[in-house]
């Protein structure tokens, strides 16, 4: 039987999967409404129809990743944390690896924003997986 504590840390995991979940839904919304914004804040300045296209792209999967996790039952919030800590992992590398191309404060905003999603994903995991 789980003590106090491990069930208030896992429901504190479940409170924080659900904020990031309900932030994926609204980064994901701001992107495909204002791709050209969200580049911007993003630091990809510049006008370009590709960027734009790579943004909405980049839009509708954060709102997968957070309504799926947001309108899934137990069992399905375990395989959506799976899915996005791995989008998470591959988000970090990707994000090192373009790091000379890109500003400093790009970089290590995004991999920075990649690196906690996937901290807590695999925290969830843990927690999921010990019970």
């Known amino acids: 039987m789980a003590d106090t504590k491990e069930t208030q840390d896992r429901d504190r995991i479940e409170r924080l999967m659900v904020n990031l979940a309900a932030a994926r839904v609204s980064l ?3 992107a495909l409404a204002a791709p050209g914004l969200t580049a911007k804040v993003l630091g990809l300045g510049g006008s370009d129809p590709g960027r734009d296209y790579l943004a909405r792209m980049f839009g509708a999967r954060e709102v ?4 799926g996790y947001l309108l899934s ?4 919030r375990r395989m959506w944390t799976r899915v996005g800590c791995a989008v998470d992992t ?3 590398m990707s994000g ?6 890109l ?4 970089t290590a905003a995004g991999t920075g924003i990649a690196a ?3 901290t807590l994903g695999a925290a969830k995991i843990t927690k ?3 019970g």
């Open 128 to 130: 999921d997986l010990l």
């Open 96 to 101: 090192l690896r373009t790091r000379p191309g």
């Open 73 to 76: 039952d137990r069992s399905g």
């Open 116 to 118: 906690v999603a996937a």
């Open 90 to 92: 591959v988000d970090i």
């Open 103 to 106: 500003p400093l404060w790009s």
């Open 64 to 67: 997968a990743l957070g309504a």
């Open 28 to 30: 994901g919304v701001a």
